[in-house]
């Protein structure tokens, strides 16, 4: 029974992982292709970088900002892995 | 009015070449003049699927060049008279597509036809640039399937900005067609639905067209899959997705075989 349900449940999976990384991915390049949204995203990404860095570790690798396009509002999305022990201090 | 409307995907080997000849020749059975042109040069295929491959004399370079009239080159389909085919070259170097060239050759087809549906080549270089510059319409032809799925975003991208319309300030009417579709599947997860996929792209539904044998089936006698096999899943998709083209409101749904249980689970209202 286990066994059947975790291949269900690893079939269930494989789509929402694909639409998940299609809509980071293309996140990125439709900012690449138009100049302003593109300067927002990198903008936000390091601006959002300086702050946290200031009173937390965390990787580069580990923020995630993600813009989706709606037709009546856009939503931003950041998503941010911070490490177990909050110091509270700059480890670097 | 004429409409010239592309067909275009990024991706290579997800149907635009198949759903150029379907939708033309659906469009075409409905009694609209209908000329579908193969854009695709040094590989061109369109003439082949469409079973006119013999019939080749000139092509749309000849025509582009001026060294044949256009009425030299067209094909009229031996099945539906209100076909024709415009065959790409498959000897000659794709830069003799010239952008003048290639301007007079649309309006002189916009002057004979209802419909001018131009088969682009895979990718998003200058010979895809080529067929979508004059499109009112664009047809983007997308497989549930994550690389199809980004390079048909790239496309859209490009029809925003790269066609006649976008340098005017207008934009070209956009319709996504979903090919390869396998309604079991995603219906267990293990491939992206439509919803899916319209949510990523958010551009309208054209239609839904399934995986199915009668495609290849069609493509190897040479026949657009509505005139080979009409009462086919596909051919249905298609002749549907013509009937949205031509202003027809109709719900799109993925066209199922047998009623009960498996129609009501996959009927999709988008």
Known sequence: MSFLSNIFARRQQSSSVAKDRLQILLAHERGAGEAGESDLIRQLHKEIMEVIARHVAVDQDKVQIKVDRGSGCSMLEIDVEVPQQLSGKRVS | ?270
């Open chain 2, 1 to 270: 009015m004429a409409k010239v409307l592309v067909v275009t995907s990024g991706k290579g080997g997800v149907g635009k070449t198949t759903s150029t000849a379907a939708l033309g020749a659906a469009l075409a059975q409905s009694g609209q003049n209908v000329v579908v042109v193969d854009f695709d040069v040094g590989l061109r295929n369109l003439d082949l699927v469409m079973g006119a491959e013999r019939r080749v004399v000139f092509d749309l370079i000849n025509v582009v060049q001026g060294d044949a009239r256009l009425s030299q080159a067209l094909i009229r389909d031996k099945r539906c008279e209100t076909l024709s085919i415009l065959p790409a070259s498959q000897t000659r170097d794709k830069d003799a597509l010239t952008s003048e060239g290639v301007a007079r050759v649309m309006d002189e087809l916009r002057e004979k036809f209802d419909w001018v549906i131009c088969d682009s080549p895979a990718g998003i270089e200058r010979g895809a640039q080529l067929a979508m510059y004059h499109a009112d319409m664009a047809v983007i032809v997308t497989n549930p399937e994550v690389s199809s799925v980004r390079d048909s975003d790239r496309i859209i991208g490009l029809l925003d900005s790269k066609t006649q319309k976008a340098e005017q300030g207008e934009k070209v009417e956009k319709h996504l067609l979903l090919t390869r579709y396998d309604p079991a599947r995603a219906a267990r997860k293990e491939m992206l639905s439509v919803e899916d996929v319209l949510e990523i792209l958010s551009i309208p539904l054209l239609g839904i067209v399934p995986e199915s044998e009668d495609v290849l089936k069609s493509s190897n006698v040479g026949a657009p899959v509505t005139l080979a096999a009409p009462t086919s899943l596909p051919a249905r998709a298609y002749f549907e997705a013509a009937r949205r083209l031509s202003g027809e409101k109709l719900e799109v749904s993925v066209p199922v075989e047998k009623r009960g249980f498996f129609d009501w689970l996959f009927k999709r209202d988008a």
